[in-house]
């Protein structure tokens, strides 16, 4: 399975601020909609971000006004802005493409996710 690599995670304290990068190669992540998902210790995954091919978004209603996504397609880099991190967005982020739109599901419904890239919210 080829997995995006995900970067700009790290420890920081509540109200700052992080950029989270995917960076996916083949057609399967420029050519469709791309979403990013998190999972905190003891939680399932869950979506918190996504953006079609055409550039709508949506996102979770935890994260709404908080979070942006943002797409360079002709570098297959996706883009996670969030301000105003709180503690109960500590989690490990990962980016995979999707299969659907309504609802969100991802193109992978599987385990192997790759490491994804670490947030911590904590002061």
């Known amino acids: 399975q080829v997995q995006p690599v995900e970067s700009g995670g790290g420890l920081v304290q509540p109200g700052g601020s992080l950029r989270l990068s995917c960076a996916a190669s083949?057609?399967?992540?420029?050519?469709?909609?791309m979403g990013w998902y998190r999972r905190a210790p003891g939680n399932q995954r869950e979506l918190v971000a996504a953006?079609?091919?055409?550039?709508?978004?949506q996102y979770a209603d935890s994260v709404k006004g908080r979070f942006t996504i943002s797409r360079d397609g002709s570098k297959n880099t996706v883009y996670l802005q969030m301000n105003s991190l709180e503690p109960g967005d500590t989690a490990v982020y990962y980016c995979?493409?999707?299969?659907?739109?309504?609802?969100?599901?991802?193109?992978?419904?599987?385990?192997?996710w790759g490491q994804g890239t670490q947030v911590t919210v904590s002061s």
């Open positions: 995979q493409p999707l299969r659907s739109w309504y609802p969100a599901r991802p193109l992978y419904e599987n385990d192997d």
């Open positions: 083949g057609s399967k992540f420029s050519g469709n909609a």
């Open positions: 953006i079609s091919s055409g550039g709508s978004t």
